[in-house]
C-alpha cells in the first residue's frame, strides 16, 4: 500500500459501475493535448481500422518496464492475476530530440509521424471498454521519482489492501525513475483479469478522434508527400515540421 500522501494520485470518476468497471483520471492532467509518435504505417493503420491499440505492458521492450511490471504483477500480493495494457503519450510538443529518439532505428521502415488528440476524447474513447468488459481504464500523468524510493513503493505493493486494488495498480504503473522526465509521459492504463492477450483495442473515430497528423522534419520531401497523399482521403490536418527550416 503506499502510505505517503505525496505518492498518491487522487484519482477522479469519470464513469463506473458497481460491478466494477471504471474510467478514471488524473485531475493533474490539465493540458489540452496529447501526443503520440508512430511510424506512419502504423498510424495509417489507425486511421484504416478505426481502433486504439494497448499493448501488454509486459510486452514493453524497456528493461526498467518489464522489471517493474514483474515486481508489481509477477509475486504474490493484490495485484496477482491482474493484466495490465498500456498506450504512451506526451503533453510535449515542442522538443526536437524527441523526433530523433522515435525515428531511427533498423526496425523503421517508414518515416515517424505525430497523431494528436485532445484530452477529453481520450477519456471518452475510454468509456467504450468498460461497455463490453469487466475491467478498469486509467488516463494519468507519469510521476518521476529516485530509485530507492521506486523500489519502496515496489516492496509495498505485496502488503497493499485488496481494496480499489486497480487505483493502487495505475498508479504503481504510472512511477518512473527521474532520468525520464524529460518526456512529459501521460498513460492510458486498461487492468482486467483476463487471459493475456496481444493487446486490448479501442473503437474510435480515428479522423475526429485524431485531430492532427504531423510529419518528421527527417522525411524526404517524396516521404513527406506520400504520406500527405494517404492521410488526405480521411480530412485530418496534416502538416510537415518546419523545425529544421533554416531561418528567412
Known amino acids: 500500500m503506499i502510505t505517503n500522501q505525496k505518492h498518491l494520485i487522487s484519482w477522479s470518476l469519470v464513469e463506473g459501475g458497481a460491478d466494477g468497471r471504471k474510467v478514471m483520471r488524473d485531475p493533474a492532467l490539465t493540458k489540452p493535448y496529447l501526443y503520440h509518435m ?59 530530440p524527441r523526433w530523433r529518439m522515435a525515428g531511427f532505428g533498423p526496425e523503421k521502415k517508414t518515416p515517424i509521424v505525430r ?10 474513447s475510454a468509456k467504450g471498454l468498460i461497455t463490453d468488459s469487466v475491467g478498469s481504464a486509467f488516463l494519468g500523468r507519469v510521476q518521476y521519482r529516485g530509485e530507492r524510493t521506486l523500489v519502496r ?17 495505475a498508479t504503481m504503473l504510472l512511477q518512473k525513475r527521474r532520468a525520464f522526465k524529460f518526456e512529459d509521459e501521460v498513460r492510458l492504463l486498461w487492468l482486467d483479469k483476463q487471459a493475456l492477450r496481444e493487446g486490448v483495442y479501442i473503437d474510435i473515430e480515428a479522423k475526429t478522434f485524431i485531430d492532427q497528423v504531423m510529419i518528421t522534419p ?22 510537415a515540421s518546419g523545425l529544421l527550416n533554416s531561418p528567412r
Open 218 to 239: 527527417h522525411a524526404s520531401p517524396t516521404e513527406t508527400a506520400s504520406i500527405k497523399r494517404e492521410i488526405k482521403p480521411f480530412g485530418v490536418p496534416c502538416l
Open 38 to 96: 508512430l511510424e506512419w504505417r502504423y498510424a495509417k493503420l489507425i486511421f484504416q481500422t478505426d481502433k486504439l491499440r494497448l499493448s501488454p505492458v509486459r510486452s514493453w521492450q524497456d528493461p526498467y518496464e518489464r522489471w517493474w511490471c514483474d515486481g508489481l504483477f509477477n509475486r504474490p500480493g493484490p495485484l496477482l492475476g491482474f493484466q495490465p495494457y498500456g498506450s504512451c503519450w506526451t503533453t510535449g510538443a515542442h522538443d526536437e
Open 153 to 169: 513503493l515496489a516492496q509495498s505493493v505485496a502488503e497493499g489492501s485488496k481494496k480499489e486494488v486497480t487505483r493502487m495498480a
Open 115 to 124: 497523431i494528436r488528440c485532445r484530452v477529453d476524447a481520450m477519456v471518452d
